[in-house]
């Protein structure tokens, strides 16, 4: 079974960054695409950036366009999630997946798993 561990969550001000890491195991890493996606309050867990298996291909929903970053390291078999000029709407539960379709990780569904996530909490 595939772990998850996201990390590097916490408490920002509106315009602050953070670096989201996430390790994955039990899977063969490299070979798959990867998603961030997050979870606010009250409403459904959303697509916030993919990464393909080189790298090379990003998708970015358009609120995080121009603010967030995804990257990976296969060596380390980890995917990063770089947050700047962070706002209170970023506020949510952050989680990573990987699957070996990139449509999967683009919709965000048919995972088999999924972590605990890490916490982003943006002040005004």
């Known amino acids: 079974q595939v772990h998850f561990a996201e990390s590097g969550g916490g408490l920002v001000q509106a315009g602050g960054s953070l670096r989201l890491s996430c390790a994955v195991s039990?899977?063969?890493?490299?070979?798959?695409?990867a998603g961030w996606y997050r979870q606010a309050p009250g409403k459904q867990r959303e697509l916030v950036a993919a990464?393909?298996?080189?790298?090379?291909?990003?998708n970015y929903a358009d609120s995080v366009k121009g603010r967030f970053t995804i990257s990976r390291d296969n060596a380390k078999n980890t995917v990063y999630l770089q947050m700047t000029s962070l706002e209170p709407e970023d506020t949510a539960v952050y989680y990573c997946?990987?699957?070996?379709?990139?449509?999967?990780?683009?919709?965000?569904?048919?995972?088999?798993?999924w972590g605990q996530g890490t916490q982003v909490t943006v002040s005004s």
């Open positions: 997946n990987t699957d070996s379709s990139w449509f999967r990780v683009i919709a965000g569904r048919g995972f088999g798993s």
């Open positions: 039990g899977s063969t890493f490299s070979i798959n695409a």
């Open positions: 990464i393909g298996r080189t790298g090379t291909a990003s």
